[in-house]
């Protein structure tokens, strides 16, 4: 049996060891990405419900 054919076990687990490590990144910046576009998203539905009625707020009845 030749030793040199065996594969490099300290090698292979570097290697598992860094993709899981970007497999983690990835996962962490599409929850935040998605946590950015939820925000947005809820910022457009506010705009577009004041849109209905654009007379709200566009005038202050002040009386002294």
Not at 25 to 35: D, R
Not at 43 to 61: A, C, R
């Amino acid at each position: 049996m030749d030793i040199t054919t065996l594969p490099d076990i300290a090698g292979l687990s570097t290697a598992m060891a860094q993709s899981q490590l970007m497999s983690n990144v990835g996962t962490e910046l599409l929850a935040e990405q998605l946590e950015q576009m939820q925000l947005s998203t809820d910022s457009l539905t506010k705009i577009m419900e004041s849109s209905v009625q654009p007379h709200l707020g566009s005038t202050i009845d002040i009386s002294l």
